[in-house]
């Protein structure tokens, strides 16, 4: 959704095409929980669900390439999750896809602006599976850290991720800016590294840090 919210700010548009793509995303992504589930029932009603919401945007308003985002969706949603880093940052591609769609829905175009704003939002969320996976290590360790040194070592992958973004950043100026909060972030993860975790505390900074970036990146690129 965070991706889908920075293509309706920079576009300012929320009309009924948008409204409908939103209903479809929406269908389709509990379609893939319900799938995953075993509860083909539903899977089925909500599949159904956003077909109904997809197919005026491609038969009314002819947004025939949302066809092609719905088949790269479709091979990633419905298959077995997966825990490889790999695995993960190709999910982050696929489902940052909402970006363009989104764009491409609200102006009509699929163009490098769109694209652009894809590789901002992998960039960013690509990151948060370095972060988290890190955390989650920590925890499985279950030894104290000891040192500053041992930390970093330990979050080195991380470090070195958000490092690249950092670097990212000041090359985008100032769109770059919307990295600023999670680079900080990461540092100051890797400095207090434990093997405590507490998963609810870890969502929901996500999301807060998510919120910050999509406003950030909406309000640079408007300005361009």
């Known amino acids: 959704l965070i991706p889908f919210a920075t293509a309706v700010g920079v576009a300012g548009v929320f009309d009924v095409k948008v409204a409908l793509l939103l209903g479809s995303i929406l269908s389709f992504y509990?379609?893939?929980?319900?799938?995953l589930k075993r509860d083909f029932q539903w899977t089925f009603v909500l599949l159904a669900v956003s077909a109904g919401c997809t197919a005026p945007l491609l038969l009314v308003w002819?947004?025939?390439?949302?066809?092609?985002?719905?088949?790269?969706?479709?091979?990633?949603?419905?298959r077995k999750t997966e825990r490889g880093i790999a695995m993960q940052l190709l999910a982050v591609c696929g489902l940052t896809l909402t970006a363009p769609a989104a764009l491409y829905v609200a102006t009509g175009q699929l163009n490098q602006r769109a694209w652009w704003l894809w590789l901002f939002n992998v960039l960013y969320f690509a990151g948060g599976v370095f972060y988290v996976k890190m955390h989650v290590a920590a925890a499985i360790r279950r030894q104290r850290f000891e040192t500053t040194i041992e930390k970093?070592?330990?979050?080195?992958?991380?470090?070195?991720?958000?490092?690249?973004?950092?670097?990212?950043?000041?090359?985008?100026?100032?769109?770059?800016?919307a990295y600023a909060p999670v680079v900080?972030?990461?540092?100051?993860?890797?400095?207090?590294?434990?093997?405590?975790?507490?998963?609810?505390?870890l969502g929901w900074t996500e999301v807060a840090y998510s919120i910050g970036f999509a406003v950030i990146l909406i309000v640079t690129l408007r300005r361009q």
């Open 62 to 78: 002819k947004l025939w390439w949302l066809a092609a985002f719905g088949g790269v969706a479709g091979l990633l949603a419905f």
């Open 184 to 201: 900080a972030r990461a540092v100051a993860g890797v400095m207090r590294l434990s093997p405590t975790l507490r998963m609810k505390r």
């Open 152 to 177: 970093m070592r330990f979050g080195a992958s991380t470090m070195m991720y958000y490092g690249a973004l950092a670097g990212v950043g000041v090359a985008l100026w100032p769109v770059g800016l």
């Open 30 to 35: 509990l379609a893939r929980t319900s799938f």
